[in-house]
């Protein structure tokens, strides 16, 4: 099995930064794609952000281009989402994902491993 922790949400405002932390544990050795994922009050989950288990390959939706950053740190076993030039709009619950198929990064039927989520809020 495997579990993800996230961490380093919060309140901030439009501008600001947040880097949110997701710690995995268990059989990390399995784990090949990671990837964080959003959903808002009444709107599906959707993808952020998702890296490979080298770091080679990444993906970024469109909306968070140019803002967001993934990176990983496989000696701590650790994915990391830093966050610039937040908006109200990137306000959400923000998940971590890990799976040991090296199949499709973005959608979120391809992980099977999920963390509790992390709350972002960005005011105006």
């Known amino acids: 099995q495997v579990q993800l922790v996230e961490s380093g949400g919060g309140s901030v405002q439009a501008g600001g930064s947040l880097r949110l932390s997701c710690v995995v544990s268990?059989?990390?050795?399995?784990?090949?794609?990671m990837g964080w994922f959003r959903q808002a009050p009444g709107k599906e989950r959707e993808s952020v952000a998702a890296?490979?288990?080298?770091?080679?390959?990444?993906y970024y939706s469109d909306s968070v281009k140019g803002r967001f950053t993934i990176s990983r740190d496989n000696a701590k076993n650790t994915v990391y989402l830093r966050m610039n030039s937040l908006k109200p709009e990137d306000t959400a619950v923000y998940y971590c994902?890990?799976?040991?198929?090296?199949?499709?990064?973005?959608?979120?039927?391809?992980?099977?491993?999920w963390g509790q989520g992390t709350q972002v809020t960005v005011s105006a």
């Open positions: 890296i490979s288990r080298s770091g080679g390959s990444t």
């Open positions: 268990g059989r990390t050795f399995s784990i090949y794609k």
């Open positions: 994902a890990a799976d040991s198929s090296p199949g499709s990064m973005y959608p979120p039927n391809e992980y099977n491993y």
